[in-house]
């Protein structure tokens, strides 16, 4: 009896000294991310600054010559001819099949 006694309380001692070390350090990293943050606070404080000079930017670009109208009039165009073309081709096989 006296010996699972003695056990208890070692068990108990154990487990009072892992709660206290977990405590402590859960409170050790709550206070270095407060003093993190404060490190942070202290240094966005200052002003901005440039480390240049500005320089400038000249963006040159072609501005295109037809319209949207125009385009659709030569897609069509394009279309006409892939067609009148696509029917040579279909004559010309049709020809040989049946010849």
């Known amino acids: ?3 699972s ?3 208890s309380s070692y068990q108990n001692l154990r487990d009072k000294i892992v709660v206290a070390m ?3 350090v859960f409170l050790l990293c709550i206070c270095l991310m407060c003093e993190t ?3 942070v606070a202290q ?4 002003e901005a600054w ?3 000079l ?3 930017v000249n963006i040159e670009y072609e501005v295109p010559n037809m319209g949207l109208q125009d385009e659709i009039v030569m897609l069509q165009q394009k279309s006409g001819e892939q067609a009148s ?4 081709q279909f004559g010309k096989l049709h020809a040989q099949s049946q010849g």
């Open 43 to 46: 240094r966005s404080n200052k």
């Open 50 to 52: 440039q480390a240049g």
């Open 54 to 56: 500005p320089m400038n």
């Open 1 to 3: 009896m006296s010996g």
């Open 37 to 39: 943050l404060a490190l």
């Open 85 to 88: 073309m696509a029917q040579k």
């Open 22 to 24: 977990v405590r402590f």
């Open 5 to 7: 006694c003695f056990f």
